[in-house]
C-alpha cells in the first residue's frame, strides 16, 4: 500500500471529481485550489505517493496519507505475446483480479480496461462468463489500468471492451470517463474512448446522454431467437429495442455509432444474416466491426474460415454498410476478443492486496482487436 499505511476502504483519491479533491484538501486545512495541484499530480503526473507532492505542505501530505490512499498501483503481472501486445493483471477493488490488455499498433495504441472482476451477462462465446463474478470495479480501478500502465504515455486510445459490462457498472464508468476528458483529468478528447455495451437499456440512454465517447453494441446476430442462443441478455434487452432507442440519438457529428459483430463460421453470416442486417439497421449512420471468433474447447462454433469472412464483408458493402475487419491480437497470450478470464488466476494466487511488484513474461495464452 503506499505510504505503507492501511486506509479505510473507499478512501482511494483516484477516481474522485475536481470538485471532490478541494473537499478533501479542505479537510485537512488547505484552501480549496490546492484540491486543484492533488489533481495535477494524481491525473497529470500519475503521483504513486503523497511524498512526492512537493508543493503541499510536509504536514499536510502525512495527514493525506493517514487518511487517503492515492489508488495508483503497479500491473501485478504482464504477458506479452508475439504480436507486441500485453496483458496487464490489475488487482480490482472488488476483490477480484481483472486483465487490461495494451495493443501497440503502427504507431498508435489502444488500451481495453476492464470494468467488472468477472461478468454477469453469461454471453456463451465469451471466456469472462465463464468465472465467477467477484463485484464491480470502482471508476479509481479502472482508472489504474491507465494510471499504473507503463505505457501511459503511449496510450492514443481507450475502449472499454475488458472484462465486464460497462452498463451495469455505469455509475462508476461515468464518473471513470469524466475523469478521462476533464481538463482537470486526464484532458483527454472523448473521441478517443469508446464504451462497448450489449445494449441494457435505459442504462444505454443515460450514457449517451452524459458523455460524448463513441458507442459500440454487441450485436452478434440480427435475429432474435439467435441472438439469445449466444447472448441470454436478448431475452430481456432485445436488439430491436436498442436500435429503436439508438435512432433517437444524432450520429452524423463525431459521435460514432458502431456495432460488434463476431463472425461464427457458417451460423451468422449468411446470406439471410445480410438481408436482415439492411432491415434492423436501415438508415442509421453507423460501422459494422467484423471480428473473429476464437474458439473455447467447450463450444460448439467453429472458428472463422477468412473467405467466408471476406465474402460476407462484401455482401454487407454492397449492401452500403462501412465495414471493418478487426485484426485479432494477442490471441497467443489469450488476449483476444472474448478471451479474458482471470479464472485461472483466481484459483492459483493469492487476493490483490497482498502482492506487489511485477512479473513478466512471454507468452503461451487475451480484448485485443484493431481495425
Ligand atoms: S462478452 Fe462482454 S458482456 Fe458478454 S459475458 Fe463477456 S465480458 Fe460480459
Keep these: 500500500m503506499a505510504d505503507g499505511i492501511p486506509k479505510v476502504p473507499g478512501s482511494e483519491l483516484l477516481g474522485r471529481s475536481l470538485d471532490e479533491l478541494c473537499a478533501v484538501a479542505r479537510e485537512v486545512g488547505l484552501p480549496a485550489y490546492a484540491g486543484t495541484q492533488m489533481a495535477r499530480w494524481i491525473y497529470v503526473r500519475g503521483t504513486a505517493s503523497f511524498d512526492l507532492m512537493t508543493d503541499l505542505p510536509r504536514r499536510v501530505r502525512r495527514d493525506l496519507a493517514t487518511r487517503h490512499d492515492i489508488g495508483i498501483r503497479p500491473p501485478a503481472r504482464c504477458v506479452v505475446s508475439a504480436d507486441g501486445t500485453r496483458k496487464y493483471l490489475f488487482g480490482g477493488n472488488a476483490g477480484g483480479w481483472v486483465e487490461t490488455v495494451w495493443i501497440p499498433d503502427r504507431g498508435r495504441s489502444t488500451l481495453c480496461v476492464s470494468t467488472q472482476a468477472g461478468c454477469r451477462m453469461g454471453c456463451r462465446f465469451c471466456h469472462t462468463a465463464r468465472q465467477r463474478f467477484a463485484g464491480h470495479l470502482s471508476a479509481g480501478a479502472m482508472l489504474n489500468q491507465l494510471t499504473g500502465l507503463p505505457e501511459r504515455p503511449a496510450v492514443d486510445n481507450v475502449v472499454f471492451m475488458g472484462m465486464g459490462e460497462p452498463l451495469d457498472n455505469l455509475d462508476e464508468v461515468l464518473?471513470?470517463?469524466?475523469?478521462?476528458?476533464?481538463?482537470?483529468?486526464?484532458?483527454?478528447s472523448p473521441r478517443r474512448l469508446t464504451v462497448s455495451t450489449v445494449g441494457l437499456l435505459p442504462a444505454m440512454d443515460r450514457l449517451l446522454q452524459e458523455s460524448d465517447c463513441h458507442v459500440a453494441i454487441s450485436l452478434h446476430s440480427p435475429f432474435s431467437e439467435e441472438r439469445a442462443s449466444l447472448m441470454p441478455v436478448e431475452r430481456t434487452h432485445p436488439i430491436r429495442e436498442v436500435v429503436a432507442r439508438l435512432r433517437r440519438y444524432e450520429w452524423r457529428g463525431q459521435r460514432r455509432l458502431m456495432f460488434e459483430y463476431i463472425v461464427f463460421g457458417g451460423f451468422n453470416d449468411t446470406p439471410r444474416h445480410v438481408r436482415e442486417l439492411c432491415r434492423l439497421l436501415h438508415g442509421l449512420p453507423c460501422r459494422?466491426?467484423?471480428?473473429?471468433?476464437?474458439p473455447r474447447p467447450d463450444q460448439r462454433w467453429p472458428a472463422t474460415e477468412e473467405g467466408r469472412l471476406l465474402a460476407f464483408e462484401t455482401a454487407l458493402r454492397a449492401k452500403g454498410f462501412r465495414t471493418t475487419i478487426r485484426r485479432s491480437r494477442g490471441q497467443d497470450i489469450a488476449a483476444a476478443c472474448g478471451?479474458?478470464?482471470t479464472l485461472a488466476v483466481?484459483?492459483?494466487?493469492?487476493?490483490?492486496?497482498?502482492?506487489s511488484g511485477m512479473i513478466v513474461g512471454h507468452g503461451?495464452?487475451?480484448?485485443g482487436t484493431v481495425a
Aim: proline share 8%.
Design 346 to 355: 483466481v484459483e492459483d494466487e493469492p487476493p490483490p492486496s497482498s502482492r
Design 339 to 341: 478471451q479474458l478470464s
Design 175 to 188: 464518473r471513470a470517463l469524466r475523469a478521462m476528458s476533464a481538463d482537470w483529468g486526464l484532458a483527454m
Design 364 to 367: 503461451g495464452s487475451s480484448g
Design 288 to 294: 459494422i466491426n467484423l471480428m473473429r471468433y476464437h
